[in-house]
T-cell receptor
Framework: AQSVTQPDIHITVSEGASLELRCNYS??????LFWYVQSPGQGLQLLLK??????LVQGIKGFEAEFKRSQSSFNLRKPSVHWSDAAEYFC??????????FGKGTTLSVSS | DTGVSQNPRHKITKRGQNVTFRCDPI?????LYWYRQTLGQGPEFLTY????????KSRLLSDRFSAERPKGSFSTLEIQRTEQGDSAMYLC???????????????FGPGTRLTVL
C-alpha cells in the first residue's frame, strides 16, 4: 500500500533562514506527489505538485520541491522563511487517481 | 466566494446522537471527496463521488457513516450513533475530472470540527 512518511513532527526555523521539510513515499509506480499547507482555521492549500518531467518543481509562496526517485523523497524547500510561513505542512501521494494519501504532517514554527 | 464551503464549521454533540455535515463544492466540479483528520494526523480518505455516484469508500467508513450527493452538487455526510472516537475534523474537497482523465487539483474546504462528548 502507498504511504507517506514525514520524519519531522515539529521544526523551528529563524525568520530569514532556509527551510527543508522532508518527505519519503512508498509507491510502486511513478508517483503523483503534492505538498499542502494548512493554517489554523483554513483549509488545505496546494503549494506544489509533481507528476512527471523536471524533478525540481516550483510552487507558490516561494516554495520548491525536488523529486528524487532513488531516495523515494520529495523534500520541500524555501530559501528564506517568513513569519507568515508558520503552519502545518503535509506531503501527499495520489492513489489510483483519486484518493490523496497524506503524511502525518510537520508543524513549522518561525522564530524572530 | 467560489471556494468549497462546509457547514457547520463546528459541531458538539453527545455520544449516541446523529450528526450531519454539508459540503458545497466549487460549482463546476464533478468530483467530491470526504476526508477525516484527527489530532496530530494527516487527513485520511473516506469516500468520493463522481457526480451523484459514490465510487469508492475507505475501510474507515464504518456502517454508521453514510454520504450522499443526490443531485451531483452538494454532499452530506451523516454519522449515526456517534462515538467519542468520531471526534475529528471532517474535510471536503472537490475537483474537476476532464474527459481526458488528467488529474486535477483537489480544492479543500475549511472543514467541520466534530467533538463528541
Amino acid at each position: 500500500a502507498q504511504s507517506v512518511t514525514q520524519p519531522d513532527i515539529h521544526i523551528t526555523v529563524s525568520e530569514g533562514a532556509s527551510l527543508e521539510l522532508r518527505c519519503n513515499y512508498s509507491y510502486g509506480a511513478t508517483p503523483y506527489l503534492f505538498w499542502y499547507v494548512q493554517s489554523p482555521g483554513q483549509g488545505l492549500q496546494l503549494l506544489l505538485k509533481y507528476f512527471s518531467g523536471d524533478t525540481l518543481v516550483q510552487g507558490i509562496k516561494g516554495f520548491e520541491a525536488e523529486f528524487k526517485r532513488s531516495q523515494s523523497s520529495f523534500n520541500l524547500r524555501k530559501p528564506s522563511v517568513h513569519w507568515s510561513d508558520a503552519a502545518e505542512y503535509f506531503c501527499a501521494v495520489l492513489q489510483a487517481g483519486t484518493a490523496l494519501i497524506f503524511g502525518k504532517g510537520t508543524t513549522l514554527s518561525v522564530s524572530s | 466566494d467560489t471556494g468549497v464551503s462546509q457547514n457547520p464549521r463546528h459541531k458538539i454533540t453527545k455520544r449516541g446522537q446523529n450528526v450531519t455535515f454539508r459540503c458545497d463544492p466549487i460549482s463546476e466540479h464533478n468530483r467530491l471527496y470526504w476526508y477525516r483528520q484527527t489530532l496530530g494526523q494527516g487527513p485520511e480518505f473516506l469516500t468520493y463521488f463522481q457526480n451523484e455516484a459514490q465510487l469508492e469508500k475507505s475501510r474507515l467508513l464504518s456502517d454508521r457513516f453514510s454520504a450522499e450527493r443526490p443531485k451531483g452538487s452538494f454532499s452530506t455526510l451523516e454519522i449515526q450513533r456517534t462515538e467519542q472516537g468520531d471526534s475529528a475534523m471532517y474535510l471536503c474537497a472537490s475537483s474537476l475530472e476532464r474527459t481526458d482523465r488528467t488529474y486535477n487539483e483537489q480544492f479543500f474546504g475549511p472543514g467541520t470540527r466534530l467533538t463528541v462528548l
